[in-house]
């Protein structure tokens, strides 16, 4: 029986509790699905049988549902693996005795329900712990990839998560500590794969890296776990001298035949686009694997101008993976950091000077259409920050608050207009410096020139026609916000102390008052954290309860109750007045018009005198502007505050003071 969800329970991995609810009877139905795909007088049929299908499928169901939290599933995950990959063992060595055979035993796909459930354990866990439980024995190199190169003889006749199933292996294989020469027995009888244009001739690892760059050009997860592979077997030590650099010289040129030489933009085809993105996706695996760029002179001339080209404007995903390119090499010629050190801490190191290209390259990637791009390249130059002297990440840090202020126009009163602005550029700029900021890069001089203008991107919205851009400008400030306040260095937190009231204010302003519940509750996380790790915010933990995930999640609590209840507090009553009276009343949306005009009923009374005297002018003389939100926003405001400072008045008052 499963237990509940308050409860764990325990299975049989040990003593350890489990949340893996279905876990009795997911290893029922992996019993008899093991058995059932283990019989090897099965193997010769062409399909999943019935039976071990439902009990596949029911697995398969039983794990997505554990998407969002996969980590229930680890301490099952050897058992099943385990069992799996026992099945998948004793296939592949039967496929390979069976090659070359007239009378063929064993089916392509007869294994294909097992395979599919290895995939969704991937898919669910990731990759990278699955593998971990994988057979990495010598003896199943060979028929492993025997089993590889039949499945690429024909992709219609095969599954593409048989084969993702098997890259993936093949990537941990290709780490077996002996010379790869010494395991190949030349695979004879092999079938010719016409895209190779080639029989199974050559030596293993010649063959391996042609099938290799066959998976790079084909799309989804066979180009992944093609990458992967093959930045493992160029990794060795009897490969990285002999095969690695003409394998880097064949993936530049693929990036630059499809540039072309003037590095236009070009309508290419999907073909061309598969093979730059399989050459560019290897590229970031393996220069992840390498300790330095050394011997990549003339490859990293070539791939400047790649990067600093428009070849690829219409093709988000090639873009970010050139993003990704292009920080792991900035990577490749940095120092890294002495233990506990920063790298000021070597002052003999030299950066070289294309490392100043390659930043570059990712600040201007910052402005891209695509987020996908734009958090790519912020968290490259993240990376590539912390490896730099202080002076040099400075620059850096004063680069990406330039980008803020580009197109602004601040006003006589000091408010800064970003109606001319582009949002890209700014969703972009914060989330560097969120990035810059958790990793202890902005310093107090920093701080104290880029938390005005995230502030700013708190309430960062343009109306277009009926609707709005600017929502994940706003996300990203808070994520800002959250980041600051896990700043690691101690000379930056001093400067919280003298912004805290700043910070605190607006984050609640935008935690109660932002149209977005997402951004409502980026907000409330943000203040949580600074609340939990700087206990610099005035009464924050008791406005954290009343401010909290589940109270700002609906839009009229936030707006009426817990901004009522915050602003009893005298740090947060005024800002949150200004916020409404200067921002929410002349909202697009006339539903949140109509509730910011009652919020404005429930606080004026809190400061009637501010209310009068300082924010009702500005909003009488906003109800002639000819546009109708605004003027809609200020008459309903008016009548408001009227309506709440009226028993507070004198009777001889005179309202125009």
């Given amino acids: 029986m499963s237990t509940g969800a308050d409860e764990p329970s325990t299975a049989d991995v040990g003593n350890a509790p489990t949340f893996f609810r279905e876990h009795t009877e997911f290893y029922v139905a992996l019993g008899e699905a093991a058995q059932s795909a283990g019989n090897p007088a099965s193997w010769h049929l062409s399909d999943t049988p019935a039976e071990e299908g439902t009990h596949i499928r029911s697995m398969c169901a039983m794990l997505e549902a554990y998407q969002e939290q996969p980590v229930c599933l680890d301490p099952h995950l050897e058992r099943i693996v385990g069992r799996l990959m026992a099945v998948v063992q004793a296939y592949v060595h039967g496929f390979r005795d069976d090659i070359g055979r007239a009378d063929s035993a064993v089916s392509m796909t007869r294994l294909d329900g097992v395979f599919g459930l290895l995939y969704t354990l991937c898919k669910v866990r990731g990759y990278k712990v699955v593998l971990r439980f994988f057979p990495h024995d010598v003896a199943d190199a060979e028929p492993a990839f025997a089993a590889l190169w039949c499945y690429s003889a024909d992709f219609g006749a095969s599954s593409w998560k048989a084969r993702y199933v098997l890259l993936v292996w093949l990537s941990l294989l290709a780490l077996v500590p002996f010379d790869i020469a010494s395991i190949d027995s030349g695979l004879d009888g092999l079938p010719a794969i016409d895209a190779l244009g080639e029989a199974a001739g050559g030596t293993l690892v010649g063959q391996w890296i042609a099938l290799g760059k066959l998976y790079l050009a084909r799309p989804g997860c066979d180009m992944e776990g093609a990458a992967v592979m093959l930045s493992r077997l160029l990794s060795r030590k009897d490969t990285v001298g002999s095969r690695r650099p003409a394998f880097i010289e064949w993936a530049v040129r693929e990036i630059g035949e499809a540039a072309g030489p003037d590095g236009s933009p070009r309508g290419l085809g999907v073909a061309a686009v598969l093979r730059v993105n399989g050459a560019l996706r290897m590229l970031c695996h393996l220069f992840a694997a390498m300790d330095s760029a050394r011997g990549l002179e003339e490859q990293i001339a070539q791939l400047q101008g790649v990067f600093q080209s428009d070849a690829f404007e219409q093709h988000s995903v090639t873009r970010k993976l050139v993003s990704k390119t292009a920080q792991r090499l900035a990577l490749l010629m940095l120092p890294l950091p002495a233990a506990g050190e920063a790298v000021d801490g070597a002052p003999g190191a030299e950066i070289p000077e294309d490392v100043e290209a390659l930043v570059g390259t990712l600040l201007g990637m910052l402005h891209d259409r695509d987020t996908i791009v734009r958090w790519s390249a912020a968290k490259g130059i993240g990376r590539i920050s912390e490896r730099l002297p202080r002076a040099l990440a400075q620059e850096v840090a004063c680069a990406v608050i330039g980008i803020l202020a580009e197109e602004t126009v601040v006003g006589d009163n000091g408010v800064v207009d970003v109606t001319m602005t582009s949002e890209s550029s700014w969703h972009g700029a914060l989330l560097c410096l969120a990035e810059l900021s958790r990793r202890g890069i902005l310093y107090?001089?920093?701080?104290?020139?880029?938390?005005?203008?995230?502030?700013?991107?708190?309430?960062?919205?343009?109306?277009?026609?009926?609707?709005?851009?600017?929502?994940?400008?706003?996300?990203?400030?808070?994520?800002?916000?959250?980041?600051?306040?896990?700043?690691?260095?101690k000379p930056s937190r001093r400067v919280f102390a003298e912004l805290s009231t700043e910070m605190a204010t607006a984050l609640v302003s935008v935690a109660v008052f932002d149209r977005e519940s997402n951004i409502r509750r980026a907000a409330s996380a943000a203040f949580q954290e600074h609340v939990g790790r700087q206990s610099a915010f005035p009464h924050g933990i008791a406005v954290l309860q009343l401010a909290d995930f589940f109270s700002v999640g609906i839009t009229r609590n936030a707006f009426v109750v817990a901004s009522r209840k915050i602003a009893e507090f005298d740090e947060y009553c005024r800002p949150l007045l200004r916020h409404l009276c200067t921002v929410t009343i002349y909202h697009w949306d006339l539903k949140i018009r109509d509730l910011a005009a009652r919020a404005l009923a429930g606080l004026a009374p809190l400061a009637p005198d501010y209310v009068r005297m300082r924010l009702l002018p500005g909003i009488v003389a906003s109800a002639s502007s000819p546009f109708l939100a605004v003027r809609h926003g200020a008459i309903t405001a008016v009548g408001a505050i009227a309506e709440a400072i009226a028993a507070n008045l004198a009777p001889d008052a005179d309202i125009s003071k």
Avoid: F, H
Avoid at 448 to 459: D, F, H, N, Y
Avoid at 480 to 489: D, E, K, T
């Fill in 444 to 489: 107090p001089d920093e701080l104290r020139k880029a938390i005005p203008w995230v502030v700013r991107g708190l309430t960062y919205e343009i109306q277009r026609g009926n609707s709005s851009v600017g929502a994940n400008v706003r996300d990203a400030a808070c994520y800002v916000m959250w980041s600051l306040a896990r700043i690691p260095n």
